[in-house]
């Protein structure tokens, strides 16, 4: 699950702020209704992040099933450990993508909500994801085609060279794009595939957009590809397009549900 993000402590809890607005608990109950973790079940979170999918997949399998939560930062598997704090079936574990530290055959369910982009070696990742299913395993995997933004600016030039340098900080931007084929060469079964948007006329701290432009533009800066000056004029524009009742934001995060045949 490595990428050139760092979730360092401040990351991580700003990821987490990200993760409580409204428009991102709506892609959340999306993805757990696909999912439909069964009493007794035992459940997979790949990239668990702050825990929020994980406390709902534990609360859903119930004490005789169990959660497992696997992330590469620290800082994140303790704000999942704290979010899941009290609850018996939850276990966490510092693990990549490609080496998960279950059995062959040892989830009914697995999800990788916004991770598998991050994947350099994607192919192990989706080899490793069908060994940790049992045989009529089920997985749920959201991730996002970050061409597909929709977002307005009066600088579009500017908007354009700031989305590109963004898109270095996962593996794979298109990952919905070439996820079907390789999903059939690692011997998963895709069932189904749809579109959970995300669509806003509103920026503030209670929006995705608010949020996600915060760490675009700490990334781009960072990564020396957009000048901090250059960065600083993207972001003010928003609150300006706000007060003017013009700002829109708008993308797809593709759906997968997967089967272990």
Do not use: K
């Amino acid at each position: 699950m490595s990428s050139t993000l760092d979730f360092d402590d401040s990351a991580a809890r700003h990821v987490e702020a990200i993760y409580a607005t409204p428009d991102v608990v709506a892609t959340r109950v999306a993805v757990y209704r696909a999912a439909a973790p069964q009493l007794g079940g035992r459940a997979l979170d790949i990239g668990c992040g702050p825990g929020y999918l994980l406390r709902d997949l534990a609360a859903s399998v119930g004490p005789d099933g169990e959660a497992v939560g696997v992330d590469i930062s620290a800082p994140m598997l303790g704000l999942a450990e704290r979010r899941c704090d009290g609850l018996t079936n939850v276990t966490l574990e510092a693990a990549e993508a490609t080496q998960l530290p279950v059995d062959d055959g040892g989830v009914d369910l697995a999800c990788a909500l916004q991770v598998l982009a991050y994947v350099s070696a994607l192919d192990l990742a989706l080899q490793e994801l069908r060994r940790a299913l049992r045989p009529g395993g089920r997985a749920v995997i959201l991730d996002t085609d970050f061409s597909g933004v929709v977002w307005e600016s009066r600088e579009r030039d500017r908007m354009r060279r700031v989305l590109d340098a963004y898109d270095a900080h996962v593996a794979w931007p298109d990952l919905p794009r070439v996820l079907p084929a390789r999903l059939r060469a690692a011997g998963l079964t895709m069932e189904s595939c749809t579109a959970v948007p995300i669509v806003t006329t509103n920026y503030h701290a209670n929006t995705f957009v608010h949020g996600i432009s915060r760490f675009i533009r700490r990334f781009v800066v960072d990564q020396g590809s957009i000048a901090p000056d250059e960065a600083d004029a993207w972001l003010a524009e928003f609150d300006d397009l706000e007060a003017e009742g013009a700002f829109l934001f708008a993308m797809n995060r593709f759906l997968f549900t997967v089967t272990r045949p």
